[in-house]
């Protein structure tokens, strides 16, 4: 699994994402057609006025259960608190969002959106008025209302509450109520990814209003199915843990699209080859991540339809600048020299080649290939050279031992620990090759897998690990990455979870969102490509794509098909698919 990059900068969870696939087909799905049926032929006249015409035989159908899986448990659905892919894919079913995202990656006022209209934004870019629907409803029967979206705010932006939405929130100076279903939000300044950041859930007030901002993280809401009032098309209704969710269709739900799917089962499988199995039994109906080891099985087994292109993912490996997490508290990533000869002792194009079967490029920055923020030739490219490697671990006055080889600075050895999530077998293999790689030039590095939630919860968020690898999900099409790299955002109030601080960097980030001109953001951006791939907090590995797999009892129209350009786009327009048995 992914963590969850929840920032809407500048035009997505990533200006990158979006942006990534202009030029690019989009409504067309690799596989067989057994998910988008094809145009149907109107049934005859009746010959008598009252007779019942039968439906179309691929005409959706209302009823059944949909069995959707992850090898992920979900951490917490809380709209505010969402920060990993399983959680995020729970909250898809059961909240609705201000707005959505179309297949482009353009912001779109659905008929399932909490918005009545694209905002109004002022001629200076520092008012939004978000005028919402009368109809939306919580699942308790409460109205939506402007209140909701002023809580939310107010609770994303402040920093005890430890909420990931903080960098997309911050940045609002005031939140007013102008009626019940009208909000007036006024920004403090320019913030170019702004637009993105209101393609989100939010939270009722009437539930939440008496939970202090310290409170939240521990708050029933989100965790508890009976404590959780949600807004969108299914309600949570029952989670057994590292089993299974229960999401049942909301039969009060306000909008004028109705779901077809009476229920969805979200399951949780041990690893990816158990939930492969799964799909290829029919035990499960939709997958997000089929391995690309095993795609060509998937394929030839007939009965599963494949979608396969690059994604809105990146694959990193993360260093902690935090000496607290080191024995005697000695960072062992502290000098520059050291992060590159990093870089340099990695074999990333073998990553993609062996591993990723190809499907893949490799990165250099935190801006996805081909994207019209991507720095290019401006960002450092760190060639597989084990020579330069050893080379600059020297100039940085690492020696080897005499006993074993392994690397001695200041009486410190070099050795840290690698960890990930258990069961993704993609980063088995990678944790493999970053072990060797680096044994190859005197460092030992001790891999070690952990249940991903556990790991998001007690590790990665309050930024207690060595170095990790993991990767960004990114649910917006905007290039801001200032959550996750300005030392304003240190756990828990961000998600710069391996306390990286660079100065030039913060300022960096505040330039980029500052003008909405986007010729003048690329210059920026380019300049942010050239200090992170120099500097280093990250040796970015390689953006990757996620091969979708559906089962043959599953169906959608052409337009409403999965969309892996789109974060969370696994489930793009599920509320107008259905089921067969």
Not at 134 to 146: I, L, M, R
Not at 359 to 364: K, R
Not at 422 to 437: C, D, K, L, P, Y
Request: hydrophobic content about 40%; overall charge negative.
């Amino acid at each position: 699994m992914a963590k969850k990059r929840k920032w809407w900068s500048g035009l997505l969870v990533l200006s990158l994402v979006g942006v990534l696939f202009t030029g690019c087909s989009t409504n067309n799905t690799a596989g067989s057609s057994t998910n988008a049926p094809a145009a149907t032929t109107a049934p005859a006249e009746s010959a008598t006025p009252d007779a019942t015409e039968a439906p179309a035989a691929d005409a959706p159908v209302d009823g059944g259960t949909l069995v959707t899986s992850s090898f992920s448990d979900i951490v917490n659905i809380n709209p505010l608190l969402v920060n990993d892919t399983a959680s995020g894919d729970v909250a898809q079913f059961v909240f609705a969002k201000l707005y959505n995202l179309d297949r482009e990656g353009n912001v779109q006022a659905e008929d399932w959106s909490l918005a009545a209209a694209l905002p109004e934004i002022s001629e200076d870019g520092l008012t939004y008025t978000v005028k919402l629907k009368d109809t939306a409803k919580w699942s308790d029967g409460q109205p939506v209302v402007a209140d909701d979206v002023i809580y939310t705010v107010e609770m994303a932006k402040n920093k005890e509450t430890g909420s990931p939405l903080i960098s997309a929130f911050d940045k609002v100076k005031s939140v007013e109520k102008v009626d019940d279903h009208t909000v007036k939000i006024t920004m403090s300044q320019v913030y170019a990814p702004f637009l993105y950041a209101l393609v989100q859930e939010i939270v009722p007030a009437h539930v939440l209003k008496d939970v202090k901002p310290t409170e939240m993280q521990k708050n029933p809401y989100g965790t508890d199915p009976a404590k959780t009032v949600t807004s969108g098309p299914w309600k949570w209704t029952a989670w057994k843990q590292g089993e299974s969710h229960t999401l049942d269709a909301d039969p009060n739900y306000w909008g004028t699209v109705k779901p077809h799917i009476a229920q969805v089962i979200y399951k949780i499988y041990a690893d990816q080859n158990t939930e492969v199995q799964a799909i290829m039994k029919g035990d499960t109906d939709h997958i997000s991540a089929i391995p690309v080891t095993q795609v060509e099985a998937v394929k030839a087994d007939g009965k599963i339809d494949i979608i396969q292109k690059p994604g809105a993912q990146y694959e990193y490996v993360n260093f902690n600048f935090d000496g607290k997490n080191f024995p005697d508290g000695y960072g062992l990533f502290q000098g520059q020299k050291t992060r590159q000869a990093i870089a340099h002792a990695l074999n990333r194009q073998g990553m993609v080649d062996n591993i990723l079967k190809g499907v893949g490029a490799l990165m250099n920055a935190p801006f996805l290939p081909d994207t019209w923020a991507d720095p290019g030739d401006a960002a450092v490219n760190y060639d597989y050279n084990a020579e330069t490697a050893k080379k600059l671990l020297a100039e940085d006055g690492w020696v080897a031992d005499a006993k074993d080889g392994i690397l001695v600075k200041d009486g410190h050895r070099f050795s840290f620990e690698l960890q990930y999530n258990a069961g993704n077998s993609r980063r088995e293999q990678v944790a493999a090759v970053i072990q060797q790689n680096l044994k190859d030039v005197g460092i030992e590095v001790k891999p070690k897998a952990i249940d991903f939630a556990a790991w998001i919860d007690q590790n990665v968020t309050p930024g207690k690990y060595q170095a990790l690898l993991l990767a960004w999900s990114l649910n917006t099409p905007d290039p801001d990455a200032e959550s996750i790299f300005s030392s304003k955002y240190f756990p828990p109030a961000g998600q710069n979870s391996g306390w990286y601080k660079n100065e030039k960097l913060d300022k960096l980030w505040v330039d980029g969102y500052s003008t909405v001109d986007q010729a003048k953001r690329k210059e920026i951006y380019k300049e942010v490509g050239k200090e992170i791939s120099t500097d280093l907090p990250y040796v970015f590995l390689y953006q990757y794509g996620q091969a979708i797999g559906t089962g043959p009892r599953v169906h959608w129209a052409e337009e409403d098909a999965p969309e892996p350009s789109l974060g969370y786009g696994q489930f793009f327009h599920a509320i107008k698919w259905w089921v067969t048995e």
